[in-house]
């Protein structure tokens, strides 16, 4: 079978040099900075060279730095999961290729793990040769033969038009005709996943032996997680990803299904929330089909291995673009779970205005979410039903507003939810919930939901609070579903006969509709904000400093100079060894939480993100100091322990002060002064920067840096109750003028 593959030993030298190491993974490694892996090159003649990478940022052979780390007792006890990650990522064919390989293999273990022990067994020769017969076993059982390996060519699949006749719609608003030109052949559609070969295989087999033995430490599913979390989020540009908390709302809307369908699935997260989990509902799981579909076939695998692993339902996956080349055109699921891709242009406009599915009108080349809103209608089962998140634009783009009075008229679409701002990407618009259901019949007198949760936003970028979030909206959806009608909450959500919504406009914005908030809630609401507004100026009352100011001498207007302190530079306590200063990073972990520079300036939590590079990150510890580089402002931060351990973000400079030798209180306090910046600050055409080596502060002994330090903390206590009383007022001036522009308060004295 493998008859040119070379030998055993021969096989092992070539795989292993095969996987790459950066710098920042050797330090990984070996557990420590990235700076001991420079002295070690330097000083150490048979250090590993360089295999691959750039002059800046080279890369090794792993294979070569485990040995020499080894031979020179620098091997730290590196946790297992780090070493397997470090292999995924310097896979020769890449990151998810080596994801895809692990995940089948993740596969056999868990249906199969005394396969997997036979497979394993030997050589990485042997390994290879045997490993692709059992992989396509347990593909195939999984996720059925034509899912595994039938052509796209072999699909039946719906007519797909490219070319219009002289009565083709030319407008949104014009229907198609009833002529039908002859079919065009259907874009391609391919299988979710391929069981690899065994020249394929062999480069991955010390990577599937490390995955291999972190499940048995993890578990399999628990295993694919790690590795597909952290490869997310090492690229989290390259892909759009729906919170697990959103995916688990917008399932719960859908209620209970036995098929359900997510033909933009993107990394499963709906299918996942959609199907059941833990021991209790295996039954119902077995009997559950999940069909999942994506542009992406990378995704489409990836997303068929974690169904698989998470769920005993019948797993059915394609990779193709869905509105172009549907691949399961015969499908009549309960229920239809989507996450579209927003604003696209190209999604099949020219081709598709034929399309059997286009009951509800023929979208406009800016309307495509209109068209997976259709889509979705037309694979559900009569009385089946539809989760879509949605821009807030679709909800009233004129372009889309015949289609949108269509679905009101027939009773297909039943609710519109405007989420918090932060819900999901893109984080700074409130997306909507679009729930759908197949009409059995022709409602009498429709009515549908409209509800608006945006109260439940979260303060910058901590996310809104699910818990409300949840509620208030599967409170309101089942009452609405099971009477067809809701009563009004004001302020929350009612429901509107369809007839109101018919104007020229069709606008299913939920907060143009909804009635204000009751004066009782509003009142109460202020009233809350007011106590906490009184509450938090009385305590800036009692942290107000008091000056100590001698009376006498003031009277008598003596003058008291200023005491001449020796002077000390930050770059002079960093030479000799009182601090550890570092610098921000562009990138490192990226699940670490980043302390950002806006976050130091404006005191809050940290809520940045690093993404994943060959960098080191630095992360704080409580009693570190960090300053802000840029923007002239004299600020320092005290790192306390809520803070520590996220990582630095750009554009900052920790300082890690000796405690035998500077209080960090002190040194963070002298740092503020304003005439200390001014002196250490450089002046660009348009920016200022600060050069943190040359701040001054006195040199003085540690009793007397203590009660200095006492001192600027309680200033710093005092002025975050400021910050505090700054945000209330503001909430609480914002309320007042709501409630009496709404009606909700009387203008009162």
């Known amino acids: 079978m493998l008859a040119d593959t070379p030998s055993d030993e021969g096989a092992m030298r070539v795989q292993d040099n095969a996987t790459e190491v950066t710098a920042a993974g050797i330090a990984r490694l070996a557990g420590v900075g990235r700076a001991a892996v420079s002295n070690w090159r330097r000083r150490h003649a048979d250090f590993p060279k360089p295999v691959g990478g750039t002059e800046t940022s080279p890369s090794f052979a792993l294979a070569e730095v485990e040995g020499w780390l080894r031979d020179h007792s620098k091997l730290a006890e590196v946790p297992l999961r780090e070493r397997v990650w470090q292999q995924l990522v310097g896979h020769p064919e890449g990151p998810v290729t080596a994801l895809k390989h692990a995940g089948c293999v993740l596969l056999l273990i868990h249906d199969h793990p005394t396969r997997w022990l036979e497979v394993s067994a030997g050589s990485d020769v042997r390994l290879a040769a045997m490993l692709p017969e059992a992989l396509g076993q347990v593909l195939t059982a999984r996720f059925g033969a034509a899912a595994v390996n039938v052509s796209s060519g072999d699909r039946e699949a719906t007519p797909v038009h490219t070319e219009r006749s002289e009565k083709a719609p030319t407008s949104v608003n014009t229907p198609p005709t009833v002529h039908t030109p002859a079919p065009a052949t259907p874009a391609p559609v391919a299988p979710a996943l391929d069981a690899p070969t065994g020249p394929a295989v062999l480069p991955s087999a010390p990577l599937l032996r490390g995955t291999a033995e972190l499940a048995a430490e993890l578990g399999a599913r628990q295993t694919f997680e790690f590795l597909l979390g952290r490869h997310l989020d090492a690229n989290p540009r390259q892909y759009t990803l729906t919170p697990a908390d959103l995916a688990g709302l917008m399932a719960d809307l859908a209620g209970p299904a036995r098929t359900v369908l997510d033909p933009a699935c993107g990394a499963g997260a709906l299918l996942r929330a959609a199907a059941p989990d833990g021991p209790a509902p295996r039954a119902e799981q077995a009997d559950q089909r999940l069909y999942a579909q994506d542009g992406a076939p990378d995704l489409a695998a990836l997303t068929g291995v974690r169904l698989a692993l998470h769920t005993r339902a019948t797993v059915r996956g394609a990779a193709g673009d869905t509105l172009r080349a549907d691949a399961f055109p015969e499908l009549r699921a309960d229920a239809v779970l989507c996450h579209p891709p927003f604003n696209e242009r190209n999604w099949g406009h020219d081709e598709l205005a034929y399309d059997a599915r286009w009951e509800y009108g023929f979208p406009a ?95 910058g970028r901590g996310g809104p609070d699910w818990r409300a979030v949840r509620d208030a909206v599967l409170d309101a959806w089942r009452d609405f579903d099971r009477a067809g009608r809701l009563d009004d909450r004001p302020g929350l959500a009612r429901s509107l006969p369809v007839i109101e919504l018919l104007d020229d406009d069709v606008d299913l914005a939920p907060a143009r509709h909804l009635p204000p908030p009751a004066a009782a809630d509003a009142a109460g609401r202020l009233t809350d904000v007011r106590e906490r507004l009184d509450e938090t100026l009385r305590l800036t009352t009692d942290l ?13 207007g003596t003058a008291q100079s200023a005491p001449r302190w020796p002077l000390t530079t930050v770059g002079e306590l960093a030479r000799g060894g009182a601090l550890l200063l570092r610098t921000g990073t562009n990138g490192g972990h990226a699940r670490v939480p980043a302390l950002t520079d806006h976050d130091v300036l404006a005191g809050t939590a940290p809520s940045g993100t690093l993404p994943e590079s060959d960098e080191e990150p630095v992360l704080t510890e409580p009693g570190d100091v960090v300053v802000p580089v840029l923007g002239g402002g004299s600020v320092a931060r005290v790192i306390d322990d809520a803070t520590a351990g996220a990582a ?25 002064g304003t005439a200390n910046n001014r002196q250490a600050s450089s002046y660009a055409s348009t920016a200022t920067r600060l050069d943190v080596r040359r701040l001054q502060l006195p040199r003085l002994p540690l009793d007397a840096q203590h009660r200095y330090g006492a001192r600027f903390r309680a200033l710093d206590e005092f002025e975050r109750a400021l910050r505090l009383a700054g945000r209330l007022g503001e909430q609480l001036v914002r309320g007042m003028y709501d409630g009496l522009t709404d009606g909700t308060l009387p203008p009162g004295r």
């Open 648 to 672: 630095l973000g750009r554009n900052l400079v920790l300082l890690r002060p000796d405690p035998a030798a500077l209080d960090p209180w002190f040194l963070a306090g002298f740092l503020r």
């Open 365 to 459: 080349r800016t309307e495509s979410e209109l068209a997976w809103v259709q889509h979705a209608l037309a694979r559900l089962r009569d009385g089946g039903t539809a989760v879509l998140l949605m821009p807030p634009a679709a909800a009233s783009r004129r372009s889309g507003r015949r289609i949108r009075a269509d679905l009101l008229r027939r009773g297909a679409l039943r609710a519109v939810v405007a989420l918090p701002v932060g819900a999901a990407p893109p984080y700074n618009l409130p997306l909507h919930l679009w729930v759908l259901r197949r009409p059995e019949k022709a409602p009498a007198q429709p009515e549908v939901l409209l509800a608006d949760v945006g109260r439940f936003a979260g303060e």
């Open 544 to 556: 107000t400093p008091d000056l100590a100011l001698d009376r006498t001498l003031l009277a008598a």
